[in-house]
C-alpha cells in the first residue's frame, strides 16, 4: 500500500500500535498546557565553578518549573558542600557526596 505520511510503525516489542492517527499525532506534537517540573543534576569533582553553576541554573530556570538542583560530589576536596553554602534556599539544592571516586 501507500505510505501515509502521518502514520508512524512503531517497535512492536514496545506494546505500541502500529499506527497513529493523524489526530493522535497531531495532540501529541501539541505543547503542554501546564508546566512540567525539572531537577538539575550536576556531577562534579572538584569543580571550581560549581558555585557560579548552580546559581546560573537557579537563576534562569523559572521557579515555578524547578524542582530541586541537586549536586552529586565525587568525593571533592574540600566537600563540595563546603563550598556552596551561600546558595540561596530558593534554588532548593541537595548536595549527595560519594566518599570516594
Not at 502514520?7 to 501529541?28: C, M, W, Y
Not at 537563576?59 to 546558595?87: F, H, Y
Request: aromatic share 4%.
Amino acid at each position: 500500500g501507500s505510505a501515509q505520511p502521518w502514520k508512524h510503525q512503531v517497535d512492536e516489542n514496545r506494546g505500541l500500535p502500529k499506527a497513529i492517527s493523524a489526530v493522535t499525532a497531531a495532540k501529541f506534537l501539541q505543547p503542554r498546557q501546564e508546566k512540567g517540573r525539572m531537577s538539575i543534576v550536576l556531577p562534579c569533582l572538584n569543580e571550581p565553578y560549581a558555585l557560579n553553576t548552580v546559581r546560573s541554573f537557579c537563576e534562569r530556570t523559572p521557579q515555578e518549573v524547578l524542582e530541586e538542583i541537586i549536586v552529586v560530589d565525587d568525593a571533592s576536596e574540600p566537600p563540595m558542600e563546603e563550598k556552596l553554602t551561600e546558595v540561596d534556599e530558593k534554588c532548593r539544592l541537595r548536595v549527595l557526596r560519594h566518599k570516594a571516586s
